[in-house]
């Protein structure tokens, strides 16, 4: 297969300590007049106050909504726009972590194009450009500053939605590690632990042949050169780094590999997408109602296993980039599920679905969901049957990794 790549992001990334202060001559190049999307927690910071004099000092006047909520819940965007609609915005800027920056997506989406959110769940519904979008993550996972996805929960719906489209990508994102240093222990974790996971189904998502329809026809594609670089990036400074960021918090070093590598995760799957790990979490995520990251990541190490044999050299070149300098391909697969499964263990992920409190009885019903969010399974790069995935939940509910690899 000829090398192909295909890459879509933000116009302007911006990382370093300090960088928030960047906002205000940002947002000067997209207009006059931002909804801010916040939440309380941040709202009330000194940081935030600073960013707020900045865009007044940059002559922007700012509406701010304060009230994001984690997971953001659908009403709660209708509340945010009819509030921010007469203020008639030029832009949108999300501060926070990946729920703020969801909802100024969400936010921009329904100040730009009207309509109720349903009418773009889905790829490729968004019909156009939505106002400039400018995410400034205060978490280090998501990787939402990059990518063309808003996850929302709809109260009609079991299921967490997606409104996946390269329009909603942001105009910039602004990612300074400063912000992530109030992030306690156990968000530490679970947002690098997504991070982690984005990382790695990008790279071992499949690989297609590289038509000129593809990146056109699918927002998520697969694999490619492009996003191989970015993932590869992300590996490497979590697995330096996550461990000492959740231990200790004020290692401002530690918070800058994680924070960039959550970016540069973002930038992989945002292009290439994800695959079971994430398919398995939208129902497990819906019963157990545990943190995204911790579902994505408690159920990881038993999609590497499965994946390997499909995946071996990707899985060593994972190894390489943990830090594994075995020859032996083989090994250093191995080696690198083996290394993630001891990380993930260190910063406390649940290493079972039994501890993270899955019902036993519920593994059918939730093999059936996960194999039919169709977008997520195409992209894993061994195929699965309905009794595949089963048996891999019923490994991954009892610890069981060589029978995740059956
Ligand atoms: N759009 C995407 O590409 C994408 C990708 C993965 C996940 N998501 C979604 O993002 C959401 C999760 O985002 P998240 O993990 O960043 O958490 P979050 O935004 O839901 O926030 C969780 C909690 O952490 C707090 N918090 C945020 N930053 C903090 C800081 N610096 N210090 C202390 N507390 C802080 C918040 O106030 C909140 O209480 C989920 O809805 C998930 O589905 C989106
Ligand atoms: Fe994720």
Redesign the pocket.
């Known amino acids: 297969m000829g090398l192909f790549g295909a890459l879509r992001l933000p116009r302007e990334i911006l990382f370093g300590s300090g960088q928030r202060r960047a906002l205000g001559a940002v947002a000067a190049k997209s207009g006059r007049r931002a909804l801010v999307c916040t ?1 309380e ?2 709202a009330a910071t000194p940081s935030f106050a600073e960013m707020m004099a900045d865009l007044r000092a940059s002559g922007i006047e700012a509406l701010v909504h304060d009230q994001v909520l ?3 819940p659908s009403d709660t965007v209708i509340t945010c726009v009819e509030a921010a609609r007469p203020f008639a915005p030029d832009m949108v800027i999300g501060i ?7 909802m100024a997506k969400c936010a921009a989406l329904l100040l730009t194009h009207g309509g109720v959110l349903t009418d773009y769940y889905g790829e490729f519904k968004v019909p156009g450009a939505v106002l400039p979008i400018i995410a400034v993550p ?2 280090a ?4 500053e990059v ?1 063309p ?3 929302i929960s709809d109260p009609v719906r079991t299921l ?1 939605v997606g409104i996946s489209s390269p329009h909603l990508i942001a105009t910039a994102a602004i990612c300074d590690p400063d ?2 240093l ?3 222990p156990g ?1 530490t974790a ?2 690098g632990a ?1 991070a982690l996971t984005h990382a790695i189904e990008a790279f071992t998502a499949v690989r297609r042949a590289g038509s000129a329809t593809l990146p056109q026809q699918h927002v998520f594609i697969g694999k490619s050169a492009l996003t191989d670089h970015y993932a590869l990036l992300a590996v490497r400074l979590l697995g330096r780094s996550l461990e000492t960021a959740v231990k200790d918090g004020g290692n401002a070093d530690a918070r800058a590999d994680v924070m960039l590598a959550a970016m540069a995760a ?1 930038c992989a799957f945002g292009t290439a997408g994800t695959a079971a790990a994430h398919a398995i979490q939208y129902p497990v995520g819906a019963l157990t109602h545990t ?3 911790l579902g994505v990541a408690c159920v990881l190490p038993y999609v590497m296993a499965y994946n390997r044999s499909s995946s071996l050299a990707e899985m060593a070149e994972i190894g390489t980039a943990l830090g594994l300098a075995d020859g032996n391909v083989e090994k250093r697969a191995q080696g690198a599920i083996d290394t993630v499964r001891r990380l993930f263990a260190a910063i406390g992920i649940a290493p079972t679905l039994a501890k993270l409190g899955l019902a036993e009885d519920k593994l059918d019903w939730t093999a059936e969901q996960a194999i039919s969010i169709d977008r997520l399974i195409k992209n894993n790069p061994r195929p699965f049957d309905i009794e595949g995935m089963k048996t891999l939940l019923r490994a991954a509910y009892n610890g069981d990794m060589a029978g995740a690899a059956a």
């Open positions: 939440d927690r941040f984690p997971d953001v926070g972590g990946g729920s703020c920056l969801d205060t978490t996972g998501t990787g939402s990518t996805v808003a996850v967490k912000l992530t109030t992030c306690p968000l679970i947002a997504d973002g943190a995204h990251g």
